[in-house]
T-cell receptor, first 113, second 116 residues
């Protein structure tokens, strides 16, 4: 079945440093979504990428979708303590059960003030 | 707050008991998904339901687990004869009919099950 791998599993940074998490799918995706989960909280949708090579920005966050639609990345510039949490990518297949999101294991980001 | 409502937020059960988790989707949403999250793990798809229909239960264990989404009332995830390995956070998510398959999921705050 489809697998979504995410690295790194953990990342600890000093406030102000940049952060990147990478996501790779074993199959071609129709789209990829990113979610953030604060400690003890629930996943909250951040963004969806649909087009090959797509790049989207939300303030300090930059999201990319690979040309082959099999990988994606999230980059945070100048991290803040409010960025703490686990960032998940989630892919939807390009065929078949296109409603099913397959989540990566997430990258836990901690920020030292 | 018209978000996805889950209850109970925390549930403690002894081995062999039953756990019932409830989920009321956002208003206007007719698609419900259940995901399970183990500590430091991602979310594992369990089941996808529409009103009165189970569309895909491929992520559900074949035994002891069942889910429903009746015409009236919340979706229910039922775990019979719980074992310690069932301890996890169970998240419900919903999506509007139009966005199913292409749009974001709205997650509830989760039900955290602890089996003693």
């Amino acid at each position: 079945g489809q697998q979504v791998m995410q690295i790194p599993q953990y990342q600890h940074v000093q406030e102000g440093e940049d952060f990147t998490t990478y996501c790779n799918s074993s199959t071609t995706l129709s789209n990829i979504q990113w979610y953030k989960q604060r400690p003890g909280g629930h996943p909250v949708f951040l963004i969806q990428l649909v087009k090959s090579g797509e790049v989207k920005k939300q303030k300090r966050l930059t999201f990319q979708f690979g040309e082959a639609k099999k990988n994606s990345s999230l980059h945070i510039t100048a991290t803040q303590t409010t960025d703490v949490g686990t960032y998940f990518c989630a892919g939807q297949n390009s065929g078949g059960s296109n409603y099913k999101l397959t989540f990566g294991k997430g990258t836990l980001l901690t920020v030292n003030p | 707050n018209a978000g996805v409502m889950q209850n109970p937020r925390h549930l403690v059960r002894r081995r062999g008991q039953e756990a019932r988790l409830r989920c009321s989707p956002m208003k206007g949403h007719s698609h419900v998904y259940w995901y399970r999250q183990l500590p430091e793990e991602g979310l594992k798809f369990m089941v996808y339901l529409q009103k009165e229909n189970i569309i895909d239960e491929s992520g559900m264990p074949k035994e002891r687990f069942s889910a429903e989404f009746p015409k009236e009332g919340p979706s229910i995830l039922r775990i019979q004869q719980v074992v310690r390995g069932d301890s996890a956070a169970y998240f419900c998510a919903s999506s509007p009919k139009i966005a199913a398959g292409t749009g974001e999921l709205f997650f509830g705050e989760g039900s955290r099950l602890t089996v003693l």
